[in-house]
Nanobody, 125 residues
């Protein structure tokens, strides 16, 4: 069983930055594909970014490409999401997800095995 705990959410003005962190349990963290998803009120959960186990490959939704950066520190079992130039449409609950089963990096939520409880990001205009 893998436990994920997000932190770093909060209130920021449009154009500002936030850094989300996700701390994971488990002795094989370096083998997990990790991802961030988000869900705004009344909308479906959507893919934001993902990173391979080694950190060598990253993937982003078109809506955040160039503004957000996903990274990981396998020695500390953590994954981060640096969010710059935030927009009101980025406001959502952000979830950290882990894919323990073998397979490629994926943007599909049901391909992930474990989820955190979420952290709220609020962007004021």
């Amino acid at each position: 069983q893998v436990q994920l705990e997000e932190s770093g959410g909060g209130l920021v003005q449009a154009g500002g930055s936030l850094r989300l962190s996700c701390a994971a349990s488990g002795r094989t963290f370096g083998s997990y594909v990790m991802a961030w998803f988000r869900q705004a009120p009344g909308k479906e959960r959507e893919f934001v970014a993902a990173i391979s186990g080694s950190g060598g490959s990253t993937y982003y939704a078109d809506s955040v490409k160039g503004r957000f950066t996903i990274s990981r520190d396998n020695a500390k079992n953590t994954v981060h999401l640096q969010m710059n130039s935030l927009k009101p449409e980025d406001m959502a609950v952000y979830y950290c997800a882990a894919r323990q089963r073998l397979g490629p990096v994926t943007r599909t939520s049901y391909e992930y095995d474990y989820w955190g409880q979420g952290t709220q990001v609020t962007v004021s205009s």
